[in-house]
């Protein structure tokens, strides 16, 4: 048999992969080898293997993860599932280009203002965005501000200008809410986004029900500053570093599930929940586990859940989550049992809750 078969050594050799890379691969069950020598231990693979261990190799290269490297060597031929996991990463890659280069833009903008204070303060920005846009953006991101005063940081809204949009974030490390608005006057380069604390927030949205159609904002200098028609709110912008959004909100989901907001609901508040100690500084807090019928439903589970796919959320927040958003058919992204659920509308790509998942104990 061992005349049929190559070494370890000689797949290392033909791969580029060191032997010890080999035996880790056997243990992950990416690359197990054709026959184990019982006596010894030592691994053999069939010729057949060194094309896959040489396409580990570049896998590796390009910073695949473990369960992508095992998904595509395990792709049915003529499946076109390698090609979906490698379009995934390369998607994740171009990402995260572009978030070196938004972050190094401002970097160096604070390197320039540190090494000339002088010549280089940040101008004022000034906005012009609908009123009304802005208002359903403000009443979608709303509920999930920070009510924590240890985290001033979150204790308000993020105004964050990004080419022809205005986008708004809102946290509180359980959940986080985001929504777009179109908006004139920001600079192509990327800026700094602004913290707009909560009552300054609240003052805002109060403006826009004044019946102007667009609204005047001005950002900078620690300040924001709101004009519509003859109306005014202005009010200090404390700078604080802000959690990044993107790491949270970048998003693989393995289900993707359309329904009804109000069918949503109505089984939310009707469903079985349990509680865990899951809420802010670990206060207990009813919890909605989510599962998948035969037919691919989305059904709130019985307590206790049935196997199979289980996601468990905080029952509020996802109730609030639904208020925030408009009524009408929802989309909702699901990835494992431990990854967040965002909750969508079909018609607002830039608009979006996302839940932290709470792990449920493990039965028995």
């Given amino acids: 048999m061992e005349s049929e078969l190559h ?6 050799r033909a791969s580029g992969l060191g032997v010890g890379t080999l035996r880790y691969y056997d243990g992950a069950e990416v690359l197990t080898p054709a026959w184990v020598d019982p006596r010894t231990g ?3 693979y ?10 580990l190799a570049r896998l590796r290269r390009v910073g695949l ?6 998904a595509v060597l395990g792709a049915a031929p003529g499946s076109g599932q390698a090609r979906q996991v490698l379009d995934a990463h390369l998607r994740r890659l171009e990402d995260g280009l572009a978030d070196a280069r938004r972050e190094l833009s401002l970097i160096q903008a604070m390197i320039d203002e540190r ?7 940040p101008a004022a920005l000034r906005l012009t965005v609908p009123a009304e846009g802005l208002a359903a953006a403000l009443d979608a991101v709303r509920f999930a501000v920070c009510a924590d005063p240890e985290l001033p940081a979150l204790a308000g809204v993020l105004f964050e200008p990004d080419g022809p949009v205005l986008r708004l974030v809102a946290t509180d490390r359980y959940r986080m809410a985001l929504a777009e608005v ?3 006057g920001a600079p192509e380069r990327p800026v700094a986004g602004t913290v707009v604390p909560t009552a300054l927030v609240d003052a805002l949205r109060a403006l826009l029900g004044a019946g102007a159609a667009e609204v005047a904002l001005t950002l900078g200098g620690g300040t924001l500053r709101a004009e519509a028609g003859e109306h005014r709110v202005e009010g200090a912008a404390p700078a604080f570093d802000y959690p990044d959004h993107r790491a949270v909100t970048r998003l693989e989901p393995e289900h993707r599930i359309t329904l009804p907001a ?26 909605t586990v989510l599962t998948l019928t035969g037919d691919g439903r989305l059904a709130v589970a019985e307590d206790p859940a049935p196997e199979g796919y289980r996601l ?3 029952r509020d927040f996802l109730l609030e989550a639904l208020d925030a958003g408009r009524p009408g058919q929802l989309l909702l992204e699901l990835g494992g049992p431990i990854a967040p659920l965002a909750v969508r509308s079909p018609d607002r790509s830039g608009t979006f809750s996302v839940l932290m998942p709470i792990r449920l104990p493990e039965a028995g």
């Avoid at 070494?7 to 290392?12: H, N, R, T, Y």
């Avoid at 109000?262 to 809420?279: D, F, H, Q, Y």
Wanted: charged share 20%; net charge negative.
């Fill in 65 to 70: 993860p473990l369960t992508a490297i095992r």
């Fill in 115 to 121: 090494e000339q204070p002088m010549t280089t303060t």
């Fill in 7 to 12: 070494s370890i050594g000689e797949l290392a």
């Fill in 42 to 44: 030592y691994r053999w």
């Fill in 182 to 184: 179109p908006a004139t």
């Fill in 46 to 55: 069939r010729h057949g293997q060194l094309a896959d261990a040489r396409l």
């Fill in 312 to 314: 468990a959320v905080n």
């Fill in 262 to 287: 109000a069918e949503l609901r109505a089984a939310v508040e009707a469903g079985a929940t349990r509680t865990l100690p899951s809420g802010p500084a670990g206060a207990d807090c009813e919890v």
